[in-house]
């Protein structure tokens, strides 16, 4: 058993997921790397100048913060409108990440409020909870901020948004991520982090940058919420 996870689930009462990675792979059907070419040929009709390292950028989130980075604003919201229709796009063949479900649904029935607070758009991560019947378990939903991409993590403007939201304090509250942004993120909130290493070279990047505990699986957690809720 994770003794770093069970005393931190212990010490707080609030439940912030990101969404890909703990809940879906939403790129699982429709690769980044083809949304990030698709995003770069965007900039390309509009004319903008593509260095040789944004065309091979494989994160489409990359592309739209570099593009952001520009400041042109007509620009980066014409590569917004184009990555909220791609993720839009991609959650009908989004793969669901294993426990995933049960983290969510474990926790509200064990009367912990659960919210995501994404990068991805928030159109996006509320189609994927109605389509896999979770909507009713999460609120708020928390995606990114609209052509402004330097309010995504690890800013952590959007994660004290659900904090406030939430009606609670930052240090009741943990967040799950499987990503560095993640973890600084909820460092610069005030806000516990767990490390979602579902990669293994993850696991030590994660303790390296302060993260409270590190899983490998979600079932980690929906094991303890679901004792919490027979004991």
Same mark, same amino acid.
């Given at each position: 058993m994770n003794a770093d996870l069970g005393r931190l689930l212990g010490d707080v009462d609030t439940l912030l997921l990101d969404f890909?990675?703990?809940?879906? &792979? =939403?790129?699982?059907? /429709?690769?980044? $790397?083809?949304?990030?070419?698709?995003?770069?040929?965007?900039?390309?009709?509009? *004319?903008? @100048?593509?260095? $040789?390292?944004?065309? #091979? @950028?494989?994160?489409?989130?990359?592309?739209? *913060?570099r593009t952001g980075a520009v400041g042109d604003q007509g620009v980066t919201r014409a590569i917004e409108d184009a990555l909220c229709a791609a993720e839009i796009r991609a959650v009908e063949t989004a793969e669901p990440t294993p426990y995933g479900r049960e983290v969510i649904v474990a926790a509200r029935q064990a009367g912990v409020p659960v919210a995501v607070v994404s990068n991805n758009s928030a159109v996006a991560v509320s189609t994927y909870l109605v389509a896999h019947r979770l909507? %009713? /378990?999460? &609120?708020?939903?928390? %995606? *990114? #901020?609209y052509a402004d991409p330097d309010r995504m993590k690890p800013n952590p403007a959007p994660i004290l948004q659900a904090v406030n939201a939430l009606g609670t304090t930052a240090g009741r509250c943990v967040l799950i991520g499987d990503s560095l942004s993640d973890i600084d993120g909820a460092g610069a909130a005030g806000? *516990? &982090? =767990?490390? /979602?290493?579902?990669? &293994?070279?993850?696991? @030590?990047?994660?303790?390296?940058? %302060?993260?409270?505990?590190? =899983?490998?699986?979600? %079932? @980690?957690?929906?094991?303890?919420? =679901?004792?919490?809720?027979s004991g």
């Open positions: 890909d990675g703990p809940v879906c &792979s =939403i790129f699982a059907g /429709y690769p980044a $790397p083809q949304v990030a070419a698709e995003l770069v040929d965007v900039l390309r009709r509009l *004319r903008v @100048e593509v260095p $040789p390292d944004l065309a #091979s @950028e494989p994160d489409p989130l990359e592309v739209l *913060r909507a %009713g /378990y999460v &609120s708020p939903i928390v %995606g *990114r #901020s806000v *516990r &982090s =767990i490390g /979602y290493a579902n990669r &293994s070279a993850k696991a @030590e990047r994660f303790r390296a940058a %302060g993260a409270d505990a590190v =899983i490998t699986n979600m %079932g @980690e957690v929906a094991t303890l919420l =679901i004792d919490a809720i």
